[in-house]
C-alpha cells in the first residue's frame, strides 16, 4: 500500500494510504473529517468509475429528488399564478363597486343640479 498526499478543500495536507475500492475510493481528512474521492495512480479509470459508479438506489434516489424539485417549482408557479388572480378578483369586485356608486349617481344629476 502507498502513500498519498492529499489536499482538502479545508486546507489541510495530509498523508493517508491509497484508498481502495472498498472505501468508494475515498480518505478521509483526519482534519474535518470530509471525505475526499482520490483515484490511486495505480487503478485504471475503468475501475475507477466502476467502484464510484452510482448505485441503483442512488439513481432513483436522484431522479426522485429532481422529481420533487420540479413539481415543488411548478407548483410554486401555479400559486403564484393564483395569487394574480386572486389580486385580480379583488381588483374586479372593487371595479364593480366602483361603477354601481357611478351608476347610482347618474340617477342624481339633472339639471339644476349639477
Ligand atoms: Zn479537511
Same mark, same amino acid.
Given at each position: &500500500?502507498?502513500?498519498?498526499?492529499? !489536499?482538502?478543500?479545508? #486546507?489541510?495536507? +495530509?498523508?493517508?494510504?491509497?484508498?481502495?475500492?472498498?472505501? #468508494? +475510493?475515498?480518505?478521509?481528512?483526519?482534519?474535518?473529517?470530509?471525505?475526499?474521492?482520490?483515484?490511486?495512480?495505480?487503478?485504471?479509470?475503468?475501475?475507477?468509475? @466502476?467502484?464510484?459508479?452510482?448505485?441503483?438506489?442512488?439513481?432513483?434516489? !436522484? %431522479?426522485? %429528488?429532481?422529481?420533487?424539485?420540479? =413539481?415543488? *417549482?411548478?407548483?410554486?408557479?401555479?400559486? @403564484?399564478?393564483?395569487?394574480?388572480?386572486?389580486?385580480?378578483?379583488?381588483?374586479?369586485?372593487?371595479? *364593480?363597486? !366602483?361603477?354601481? &356608486?357611478?351608476?347610482?349617481?347618474?340617477? =342624481?344629476?339633472?339639471?339644476?343640479?349639477?
Amino acid at each position: &500500500m502507498a502513500s498519498i498526499n492529499v !489536499n482538502c478543500a479545508c #486546507g489541510n495536507q +495530509f498523508v493517508t494510504e491509497e484508498p481502495t475500492a472498498d472505501s #468508494g +475510493f475515498t480518505v478521509e481528512c483526519p482534519t474535518c473529517g470530509a471525505r475526499i474521492r482520490i483515484k490511486p495512480p495505480g487503478i485504471s479509470h475503468k475501475q475507477f468509475k @466502476a467502484a464510484t459508479a452510482p448505485s441503483a438506489e442512488e439513481r432513483i434516489a !436522484n %431522479r426522485i %429528488r429532481k422529481y420533487e424539485t420540479i =413539481s415543488g *417549482i411548478l407548483w410554486l408557479i401555479i400559486g @403564484a399564478v393564483q395569487l394574480v388572480l386572486v389580486w385580480t378578483a379583488a381588483a374586479g369586485v372593487w371595479n *364593480i363597486i !366602483n361603477a354601481i &356608486m357611478r351608476l347610482r349617481s347618474v340617477k =342624481s344629476i339633472y339639471a339644476g343640479n349639477v
